[in-house]
């Protein structure tokens, strides 16, 4: 017998971009089956790992369509994960506004919504995944993301050039935009002066050295690092302990355009000169720029 493969099931909600991740995982040498029949799951996992198969990594695309699919899936699962299997779940989701209109845009119908509405369909599909969606590694709330934000957080996160160290992930957004939903931590910076009041620097954004020296300049905000790269320190590696392969930290400020964005700068630059590897993204940073 060759090593087990690595198996990733992908689920969640319909709609939520579930296909899409298929297609990127896809990309990254997954072998991929989407919609896999229930009753077809355990034998295909351990043909993938007979010594005549070179599948090294396949990703299963299984949800609501599948009849019987929540009778036997999580059954199957923890056997095989028994078995040895490097079993990964992956769940996606997104909130329910966003569902609604996606399902409005494509004019599809809602798996569960026959003889509903797609809301309800909604509502249906939400109660009935709730118990494999406690059970995932990862879930993953496509709301805030276009395709190509998507696609680039699946790299990151199972590409396996990411996956060959402890990776950090760095975001920082405005609360008045709403919080994401993929954050292990989350700062809040707003007790630092806001520097949109400040004419000289309306208009730079966290980006710019200038506005960097200003929030340094404040005497909260050297005690506020030093605090939090301590902290930061002190939990990375009890996360590698426990086996974790990334960590996203996020930091929020009003509009996501000033503190936050230099915040991450200044914990980016902390983070690499430990050599650890670092992706930052600035959610909300364009957003509303003269």
């Known amino acids: 017998m060759a090593a087990h493969p690595r198996i990733l ?6 709609g939520s971009g ?12 997954f072998f991929c089956i989407d919609n896999l029949p229930t009753p077809l799951f355990g034998k295909f996992i351990e043909l993938c790992g007979q010594s005549r198969n070179d599948v090294t990594k396949a990703a299963l695309g299984i949800d609501i369509r599948e009849r019987g699919f ?6 199957q699962f923890d056997l095989l994960l028994k078995a040895g299997y490097p079993m990964e779940l992956l769940f996606i989701e997104a909130n329910d506004e966003v569902l609604l209109r996606r399902f409005s845009e494509t004019r599809r119908p809602h798996p569960l919504a026959q003889g509903r509405s797609v809301l ?10 709730s118990d494999l969606r406690k059970r995932a590694d990862c879930v993953l709330d496509t709301s805030d993301y276009t395709v190509h934000q998507l696609k680039e957080e699946i790299v990151r996160k199972y590409s396996d050039e990411t996956r060959a160290c402890f990776t950090l992930f760095l975001t920082s957004f405005g609360y008045k935009f709403g919080i994401p939903h993929d954050l292990d931590l989350l700062f809040d910076v707003r007790f630092l002066k806001n520097p949109n009041f ?12 200038l506005l960097q020296t200003y929030l340094l300049s404040m005497p909260e905000t050297k005690p506020f690092l030093d605090n939090l790269y301590r902290f930061i320190d002190f939990l990375l590696p009890l996360y590698e302990k426990e086996g974790k392969s990334y960590l996203t930290i996020g930091i929020g400020c009003t509009g996501g355009r000033h503190r936050s964005v230099a915040i991450v700068h200044l914990l980016e630059a902390y983070l690499k000169a430990r050599g650890l590897p670092i992706h930052c993204r600035h959610r909300d940073m364009a957003i509303n720029l003269s």
């Open 18 to 29: 579930k296909s899409y991740v298929i297609k990127y995982l896809e990309d990254l040498g």
């Open 9 to 14: 099931i992908v689920s969640g909600f319909s």
């Open 120 to 129: 309800e369909g909604i509502f249906l599909e939400r109660e009935k995944l």
């Open 70 to 75: 929540l009778d036997s899936f999580l059954s």
């Open 198 to 209: 400040e004419p000289t620097l309306q208009g730079y954004t966290g980006e710019h050295p």
